[in-house]
């Protein structure tokens, strides 16, 4: 039976668990009063001298009598009152707990549901709490407490407008009531049961920030109180200083006035995790994969839980082809490792690389997945700037050989070698790198071509020789810091004729482009002699103390990479970074003539790894995070107009017809994609010009920024609110609202009412009657 409730007077919420009861013991009260009636019924009358005296006495005391009996017949009656409302068990609801939701008066309500991918993580056995039928997942809970939520308010508040929004999707209100009482309570509980948690991270500011724009387009509003459920990730509200409103809290600041007021709730439904891990990245160790050549990634592991995780195994594939799987060890708490992971790559195209890790209470965040274009050689443009016919004459057959071994196993490397007077006419936006080897025709031309190509993220590397002029590089390469070259040329060091040559001294075995060669104390370039090189002064940028920007990208600061072992320990190999792309300056030949490092078995695999680290990086369009726009931006006039774009969820979804559309800053065909609700490839189809067929791969991913669990707590959240009045219930509060817990139940205080009331009657009526006795005997003995 459902209670009756009201507003009493003291301001607390009273109610009957059985009001039925209630009824019976107030229809109760009529049974003293039927036997007052019936007592009082006439009798004949018969007369004689004793009752003669008795009549006259009791017409002195009647009015006396009379009250005495109405006493006796209120106390009575209320005795059966106080039996219904024991048996119907009155309570009370504290006004406190009402006056935390912002309940009394007409009042705007808005209620946000946090619908983040956190929320998926699973309650059982977290905090060891076992879920309720519906509250598998923290968003079960948090749709469950809005439920509560909007009951309790549908009672206390009924005409007061309500507003539901998910943090997903702010700008779509998923309910506008005009008031909460006249809402289809059936169909609201219906659509609330059908919500599910989205792919989309934290989005706890913008939710609020349109919170706030609702509550400036309704200008007749003079009160409103918002509801944020959630599970609070410690990431989305940051720590701000006493006082001041600090994270998503601070697009509410101003709106209350001395006209309008505002409370804040926050509904906190969130538990702690005790294990949870997540990859947060898949990063390649190569500028570019290539077919049938082993690649390297780097799958960064997290552990966002509370506990140390247990050893398994991360599952690799390479489309829908299982990969070996890599040993995953165990990670502590809040802590990360690195995992190497070598695959290879069938076929020319867009490939979708994945990572999975084992189960765990938020199975969601378990997967990354990265598109990789997969080239078919990486392309190599060779500068020669003294060929030879002799092949060990040759300025660069020994690098070429280097890059392209002959043999069965393809190296990837695709060089073609041209002359130092091809090179301003040369295509290089065609090459991954551009090598010169002792070329000496650079001419204006050619320096303003490779500005270009390198700060458009090209690679060059730079090798230098006698036919290379140091005046004509400082001027056309160099140009005081400003070029591309990493450092100014000097003078030529020639070794005496006796001496063997110099060795390599320093080693930055730190950077990418050495640490495999010359990491953990091994130098294997011990056995390599220089007996002539070049003097180089390496660029040093001082950053301005004076300015906040970051130093212009064209003077950036070079690092040497290997030193010589002479006295003034003369650059060898230096690098720097010039616009998007990379420069290396080696200050010897390539060849034999002026070192011994091509007989060196380290050479073939320096120059292997000197293209991997200048190569022009693939693009990073295929990559994504889920409930973002993704985009492919093509080549003009190699495809046809028309694509088809398959979502992850293909073929449980149908593919999607699309249109290539110019962009509207460039002018180049691109092809744009908004429903990226699911993670995982999204693969467009295209057909180019002669009517192959070509793919071209997205991955959209999660952000690894709601992976973490960790939670504000009370006072961090109450801080960030700053002067907003703010109060913070977790879904056990809330539940108390509804649950038994919630009443507090008067019945102990009935009965002990009760008690006092059947005591009181009997009492009275013993004074009453024994009373008069008393007055009798004392006016006997007085007379």
Same mark, same amino acid.
């Given at each position: ?32 009063? @039927?036997?007052? *009636? /019936?007592?009082? #019924?006439?009798?004949?009358?018969? &007369?004689?001298? !004793?009752?003669?005296?008795?009549? $006259? =006495? ?103 407008? @309500?507003?539901? *929004? /998910?943090?997903? #999707?702010?700008?779509?209100?998923? &309910?506008?009531? !005009?008031?909460?009482?006249?809402? $289809? =309570? ?598």
């Amino acid at each position: 039976m459902m209670a009756v409730s009201g507003i009493s007077s003291i301001g607390v919420l009273a109610a009957m668990v059985t009001p039925g009861l209630l009824y019976g013991g107030a229809a109760a009260m009529a049974v003293p009063i @039927l036997i007052h *009636l /019936l007592n009082r #019924r006439r009798y004949r009358r018969v &007369r004689w001298a !004793a009752m003669e005296f008795l009549l $006259d =006495a009791h017409r002195q005391n009647r009015r006396r009598m009379r009250v005495e009996e109405l006493i006796l017949l209120a106390l009575r009656c209320l005795a059966m009152f106080l039996v219904g409302v024991v048996i119907a068990r009155w309570f009370v609801r504290p006004a406190s707990l009402m006056a935390t939701l912002g309940t009394g008066g007409q009042t705007e309500r808005i209620i946000i549901l946090d619908d983040s991918f956190s929320m998926a993580l699973q309650v059982h056995g977290q905090e060891g709490e076992t879920a309720p039928v519906g509250q598998a997942t923290v968003f079960g809970r948090g749709r469950a407490a809005v439920e509560r939520l909007v009951r309790t308010l549908r009672e206390e508040s009924p005409n007061d407008p @309500l507003t539901f *929004l /998910l943090t997903s #999707r702010p700008d779509q209100p998923l &309910r506008t009531e !005009a008031t909460v009482g006249g809402m $289809d =309570a059936l169909g609201w509980s219906a659509a609330l049961e059908a919500l599910a948690v989205s792919h989309r991270g934290g989005n706890m500011t913008p939710a609020l920030a349109t919170v706030r724009e609702l509550l400036d387009a309704r200008s007749g509003a003079t009160s409103a109180a918002v509801y944020v459920v959630s599970d609070f990730q410690r990431y989305e509200w940051p720590t701000g200083e006493a006082g001041a409103i600090a994270g998503p809290a601070s697009a509410l600041a101003g709106w209350a006035d001395e006209a309008r007021s505002l409370q804040l709730v926050l509904v906190d439904v969130g538990v702690e995790a005790r294990r949870n891990l997540c990859v947060t990245s898949i990063e390649p160790q190569q500028a570019q994969a290539v077919v049938g050549v082993e690649a390297r990634y780097i799958a960064r592991v997290a552990n966002y839980g509370q506990e140390s995780s247990e050893p398994g195994w991360l599952q690799v594939y390479v489309g829908d082809a299982a990969q070996p799987p890599v040993a995953l060890p165990a990670i502590a708490s809040r802590e990360s490792i690195e995992l190497g992971i070598e695959v290879t790559f069938p076929a020319e195209g867009s490939e979708v690389l994945t990572v999975e890790l084992p189960a765990d209470p938020l199975p969601v965040d378990n997967s990354r997945w990265r598109a990789v274009p997969v080239s078919r050689a990486m392309r190599i443009l060779m500068v020669n700037g003294e060929r030879s016919a002799d092949p060990y004459n040759d300025e660069v057959y020994l690098l070429t050989v280097a890059l392209r071994p002959e043999g069965t196993q393809f190296s990837g490397n695709e060089v073609i070698v041209i002359e130092d007077n091809e090179l301003a006419q040369a295509n290089l936006a065609d090459f991954h790198v551009v090598m010169l080897a002792n070329v000496y025709g650079i001419t204006d031309e050619a320096a303003e071509h490779l500005h270009r190509y390198v700060a458009d993220g090209g690679g060059l590397a730079i090798f230098v020789g006698d036919q290379v002029d140091p005046e004509v590089y400082d001027r056309l390469l160099f140009r005081d810091g400003a070029g591309l070259l990493p450092g100014r040329l000097g003078d030529w060091v020639t070794m005496p004729a006796d001496q063997a040559g110099v060795g390599i001294g320093r080693l930055d075995a730190e950077h990418s482009l050495m640490n495999r060669l010359a990491g953990d104390g091994v130098n294997l370039f011990h056995h390599a002699l220089f007996w002539r090189y070049l003097r180089c002064e390496p660029l040093m940028v001082e950053p301005d103390a004076a300015s906040t920007d970051e130093v212009d990208e064209t003077r950036r600061s070079a690092r040497v990479l290997a030193e010589l072992a002479d006295v003034d320990r003369s650059p060898l190999i230096v690098a720097r970074l010039f616009g998007r792309g990379k420069v290396v300056l080696f200050t010897s030949t390539a060849d034999k003539e002026w070192n011994n490092l091509p007989d060196q078995p380290v050479f073939v695999v320096w120059a292997q790894e000197l293209v991997q680290f200048l190569a022009r990086p693939a693009s990073t369009a295929g990559e994504g995070l889920a409930g973002e726009p993704i985009r492919v931006s093509l080549t003009p006039g190699r495809f046809q107009p028309t694509a088809m774009l398959k979502p992850p969820t293909f073929p449980a979804e149908p593919a999607v017809d699309l249109t290539l559309q110019p962009d509207p800053e460039t002018g180049r065909p691109w092809l744009e994609w908004v429903q990226t609700e699911h993670p995982g490839p999204y693969r467009f189809e295209l057909t180019d010009a002669g009517g192959g067929a070509v793919q071209e791969a997205v991955a959209v991913n999660l952000d690894p920024l709601e992976s973490d669990l960790a939670r504000a707590d009370r006072a961090t959240l109450l801080t960030a609110a700053g002067t907003i009045p703010t109060s913070y219930l977790t879904a056990a509060d809330l539940q108390v609202l509804r649950d038994e817990q919630a009443r507090r139940e008067l019945w102990p205080l009935v009965w002990i009412a009760l008690l006092a009331v059947l005591m009181s009657e009997q009492g009275l009526a013993w004074y009453f009657g024994a009373g008069r006795d008393l007055r009798a005997l004392w006016r006997g003995t007085t007379a």
